[in-house]
């Protein structure tokens, strides 16, 4: 039997009756959310893990095949849900794991209370000029050539489009070190069924509530991104925030708890 | 269904394939283990939890006869594990802990890897000439008096006795302010469950090998009670600290911290 908790190196911490789950952003890891998470352990109980193949997850457990979808990392989400009993839960994803909790919700909406999607994206490629994704499929093609030709490289360049508010270097840094320190081979993949995947269909399948987060200067998820996911989104809240760049939850967590925290508030939640 | 997690306000933390669980001692919670637990993180998957009636336990889950019986929070011992999928695990219990720790090992052994046993006792009450417990009945039907007279006077009086180290009154204090904010009814059940059984009988009946952690100047679990566990139980280690006191871990962290790297690694379990 595999153990869930291992395999997604599974954090549990804080106190309350209703969970906060939190999943990160390509290339990263629950770490990222250092500056978030732990705001909450007061009032709920605070579910922390890092998909397979990044941060301290089993990496002997990962199979190209099968993540290749991100449907696989949305089951693993409702099996760590379900090894730790779980329901009626806050799930807040950052980019692509906002993707992986919108079809974890379809699946098992029991599970979920509210989703709170940091910088959402259902597809990132343009189809001009019905869709805005922000990335034109040569471009990409040409990121994905470089991650082949030089990963460090690709890394330096990706780090700083994501993370912007370039005053504070250390940032990108971080966001750069992610990056290096996942296995090349397993970031590869994960970039391109984050960035191939086209989920724009599961939208208007969701029930469960859910709150955006729309950064400014974003490059990864823009604005016309943000608007559509909420056009889609039956029962959906859409936020701007003062953020800018791709990482609010890095670069402004401030920010980002008192609008999650707002939100949380206005549907009942918290006090 | 009940949610153990919560339950036990169970906590996860660290990153390794083999789980270290930590269980408190009498009128104590999980905080007591914060000197000595993060230690273990770094190669170790770390189990945090209290028993229903302390700490963030649940505590409406409380229920007076279940837990007039040590076997019933060996249940719950197990449940957590059970509930983590928990195989082959260090079980580190402090005080009436370690005595759950080896009822709980009894009744599902596949479940455990090593005891350490952080001054455990049988039986606290003498049978002279032939059982040194450390207290005469008389004496301790005077403190349960005292505790329902006098709750703070009770709690007062035992928190120095069984801390000791006077030159730091903040360990007492600290002692005392989590016997004080046990509930009065549900401390003084634990207390009589704590120290009215009798669990000699089970020593010889244990599998899994231990380490007995014995301080030195123990007025609860006296050198005579270490060396009877000892005597009695199969496959056991004993090491006399230079800890003196009833609660090493908090009195003598990195002492205690020390003494159970160097059993690990003596058994292999770690470099």
């Known amino acids: 039997m595999i153990d869930i908790m291992r395999r997604n190196h599974v954090q549990v911490s804080g106190n309350g009756p ?7 952003g390509f290339g990263c890891d629950q770490k990222m ?7 909450f352990e007061e009032n709920y109980q605070v579910v922390l893990f890092d ?8 990496v002997t457990l990962y199979d190209a095949k099968k993540y290749s979808k991100l449907d696989s990392y949305a089951k693993d989400v409702l099996e760590i849900m379900e090894a730790l009993n ?7 994803g950052h980019s692509v794991s906002s993707m992986i909790g919108i079809l974890a919700s379809i699946k098992e909406p029991e599970r979920f209370s509210h989703l709170v999607l940091v910088g959402p994206s259902p597809c ?4 001009l000029p019905d869709y805005v994704g922000g990335f ?39 966001l750069e070190d992610s990056f290096c320190s996942t296995d090349p081979v397993i ?13 724009r269909k599961d939208l ?9 987060l729309q950064c400014k200067d974003d490059s990864v998820a823009p604005i016309e991104v943000g608007e559509y996911v909420h056009r889609h989104l039956p029962n959906s809240s859409l936020m701007y925030m003062e953020a800018t760049g791709h990482s609010p939850h890095m670069s402004h967590p401030e920010e980002t708890i008192e609008l999650i925290e707002q939100y949380l508030q206005r549907n009942g939640l918290t006090k």
Chains 1, 2 share one sequence.
Not at 33 to 39: L, N, T
Not at 51 to 58: E, I, L, Q, R, T
Not at 187 to 199: E, P, Q
């Open 51 to 58: 998909s397979v193949g990044m941060g301290n997850s089993d």
């Open 18 to 24: 209703q969970t906060i789950m939190f999943g990160a």
């Open 136 to 174: 034109d499929k040569e471009a990409l093609e040409g990121l994905f050539d470089l991650m082949d030709k030089n990963y460090i490289g690709w890394a330096n360049y990706l780090a700083p489009v994501v993370m912007k508010n370039v005053d504070r270097p250390e940032l990108t840094k971080e």
């Open 204 to 212: 208007p399948r969701v029930t469960v509530p859910s709150l955006i």
């Open 33 to 39: 959310w250092r500056y978030v998470a732990p705001h």
């Open 187 to 199: 970031a590869r993949n994960f970039a391109k069924t984050t960035f191939f995947s086209d989920n």
């Open 124 to 127: 990132y490629i343009n189809e």
């Open 86 to 92: 779980l329901n009626n839960t806050i799930f807040v």
